[in-house]
T-cell receptor, first 110, second 112 residues
């Protein structure tokens, strides 16, 4: 009965590969987000979708492409992975003013 | 483009009140202040939010200054399980979006 789930929890891959991270929420929320947390623990918003529509697209390399097949899912695809992409990626969904975060996906690019 | 500044770390004795400060001197009139915490590397957890008035819930109290340029999160009786990184956040609302700007966080160490 997890509210916001992400898969995988850990992802280790080599530079140049393409990978996807999946996020699902069972809270019935319309809005979902992707955040990146770097090694200094700074959390920065990347994207937001509202009812499958992209509404926030921060200054993120276009190697990152979010996809929302329905309002319960928001996936993140990353092409041509670079060392600097190593971070923890958090998905969140929002009802009114409160966000609910997933457990995070630790991505390590070698 | 952080909109908040926080001390990097604070200590607190178990059972005492923990008072965590945050500066948000550029906040606009309709922007809310939020507090979240992150225990170990788990997903951040909502604590409380407010606009102008002080707020209290079962977890904490939020005191916002009259000019809204700073706020303080108060954990009235800190326990060891409150050891975490506490983030002060400004929520910016647009026509069809809400953006949450996280600060750099304060690592609260609750000690026995």
């Amino acid at each position: 009965d997890t509210a916001v789930s992400q898969t995988p929890k850990y992802l280790v891959t080599q530079m140049g590969n393409d990978k996807s991270i999946k996020c699902e929420q069972n809270l019935g929320h319309d809005t979902m987000y992707w955040y990146k947390q770097d090694s200094k623990k700074f959390l920065k918003i990347m994207f937001s979708y509202n009812n499958k529509e992209l509404i926030i697209n921060e200054t993120v390399p276009n190697r990152f492409s979010p996809k929302s097949p329905d309002k319960a899912h928001l996936n993140l695809h990353i092409n041509s992975l670079e060392l600097g992409d190593s971070a923890v990626y958090f998905c969140a969904s929002r009802r009114a003013g409160e966000q609910y975060f997933g457990p995070g996906t630790r991505l390590t690019v070698t | 483009d952080a909109k908040t500044t926080q001390p990097p770390s604070m200590d607190c004795a178990e059972g005492r009140a923990a008072n965590l400060p945050c500066n948000h001197s550029t906040i606009s009139g309709n922007e809310y202040v939020y507090w979240y915490r992150q225990i170990h590397s788990q997903g951040p957890q909502y604590i409380i939010h407010g606009l102008k008035n002080n707020e209290t819930n079962e977890m904490a109290s939020l005191i916002i200054t009259e000019d809204r340029k700073s706020s303080t999160l108060i954990l009235p009786h800190a326990t060891l399980r409150d050891t975490a990184v506490y983030y002060c956040i400004v929520r910016v609302e647009g026509d069809n979006f809400n953006k949450f700007y996280f600060g750099s966080g304060t690592k609260l160490n609750v000690k026995p």
